[in-house]
């Protein structure tokens, strides 16, 4: 972990043969930073328990038999990204950037054309090294004939690295101060109601829904929570609801909630089944998505800090359209509200803890279009595009007035999507 936050995107983790999944949260971090992972192939593994962990996180750039590293690691180091000698920046190459993200967008359906400059750059660059391609619009070509790259550059983008119970000082607070605050005026009839947004791999989510449970048994309370917890990583959400992760989370999970909270298996622990039921997960886009309502909390953490200024304050009034008056905002500790003092107050400025203000529920405008001209556009774009724009409001306006309220489930009754004001169709009978 500390490798991870010296050295940034110039860490380098090898995972080879092994038992056990300690390297786990090691290689996330690396991967999390920007840097390079390098995982042993099973089937040259003498054990491999361990390489079979790691590529199952999905974060292995490459997987090779150990006679075939030290070439590869070699071409690596010597990438432009790693020596630090890139001439252009990327972010003045506008043109392959646009198509980049139209690639995604078409793909993926999210608009990356407002997330941060640095974040956008570093990630590219990091793929780019890995492919040993030199040129952006080589790397452009590269994305056009192989989708999975697609599918690999955009989970990188969305930068899913979490863990249970991060900063256990905030959590303290949530459990010992402002738990009690929100249950003042609750009843068993009138649930508490808490959306974790940009949930990722649902370690959060499931971190709350603990420290819930364990707050309730110390008061001997009836009261209900329910917990949203939504992403827009497919794979983040499967694996969320699996609520299945590696032996290496008793890092960060005490042996008390462990025995508590959790199954374990032989190199594994499954989240118990009366805590994965207090969490709904489903796919969501904080961006583009129309959001939940009347809620008592929103945990938005770590995800302004890729965004630009613009999508910043787009995500907040979001958030707090979302809340009731008095209701609570948990952002990450490097995010703040900005310039949104008129609409919360300050809970805890240290963990970052805001309280709505209530007052007018604003949100600032649609931006599931705005990829078509993006961050970095500065080329016009054709009056097709505008058009399409035009049609697309139109469609969105008609839907959120006129269509009915909707959750979208699949055959396992898991939720891909919601549209309106579900909340009264999803709270428990009373």
């Not at 938005?300 to 958030?319: A, G, M």
């Not at 008129?342 to 931006?367: C, P, T």
Request: hydrophobic share 40%.
């Amino acid at each position: 972990m500390s490798l991870s936050e010296d050295c940034k995107e110039k860490a380098i983790c090898i995972i080879l043969s092994g038992t056990g999944t300690e390297g786990t949260l090691g290689l996330k971090a690396i991967e999390g930073e920007g840097g390079m992972v390098m995982v042993q192939s099973v089937k040259s593994a003498a054990y491999d328990g361990m390489p079979a962990s790691a590529i199952a996180t999905g974060f292995a750039d490459y997987v090779l038999p150990p006679e075939k590293m030290p070439e590869q690691l070699l071409n690596y180091v010597k990438q432009p990204y790693i020596k630090g000698t890139r001439k252009v920046a990327l972010s003045e190459q506008i043109a392959p950037l646009q198509k980049i993200f139209v690639i995604l967008r078409d793909r993926t359906g999210h608009d990356f054309s407002l997330y941060k400059e640095s974040t956008i750059n570093r990630r590219i660059e990091r793929r780019m090294n890995v492919h040993q391609i030199e040129k952006l619009t080589d790397y452009v070509r590269y994305l056009s004939e192989n989708p999975s790259e697609i599918d690999i550059l955009f989970k990188e983008l969305l930068i899913g690295v979490t863990n249970f119970f991060r900063d256990p000082e905030a959590f303290e607070i949530l459990r010992k101060k402002l738990l009690p605050d929100m249950l003042k005026n609750k009843t068993p009839t009138m649930p508490v109601r808490v959306w974790v947004s940009a949930c990722s791999t649902g370690e959060e989510a499931y971190s709350m829904a603990m420290i819930f449970k364990e707050y309730l048994h110390e008061i001997q309370s009836d009261i209900k929570f329910q917990i949203f917890a939504t992403d827009v990583d497919k794979d983040a959400i499967e694996t969320a609801r699996a609520g299945v992760y590696p032996a290496s989370i008793a890092v960060d999970v005490s042996q008390e909630r462990l025995t508590r909270f959790f199954t374990k298996a032989e190199d594994s622990y499954r989240v118990k089944k009366e805590v994965r039921e207090m969490v709904t997960f489903a796919l969501q886009s904080l961006i583009k998505d129309p959001p939940f309502s009347s809620l008592d909390m929103v945990s938005c953490r770590n995800l302004l800090i890729y965004l630009n200024p613009l999508l910043q304050k787009k995500v907040i009034s979001t958030l707090h359209y979302s809340l009731k008056k008095d209701g609570i905002l948990f952002l990450g500790n490097s995010e703040t509200i900005g310039e949104f003092t008129d609409l919360f107050s300050a809970y805890d400025r240290k963990w970052r803890i805001y309280q709505s203000k209530g007052g007018s529920h604003i949100l600032i405008g649609d931006f599931s279009h705005i990829g078509q001209a993006g961050a970095f556009a500065k080329i016009k774009e054709p009056l097709k595009s505008v058009e399409t724009s035009i049609g697309g409001h139109i469609e969105k306006m008609l839907l959120e007035n006129y269509a009915p309220s909707c959750v979208i489930i699949n055959e396992k009754e898991d939720i891909l999507y919601f549209h309106g004001k579900t909340g009264k169709y999803l709270e428990p009978a009373p």
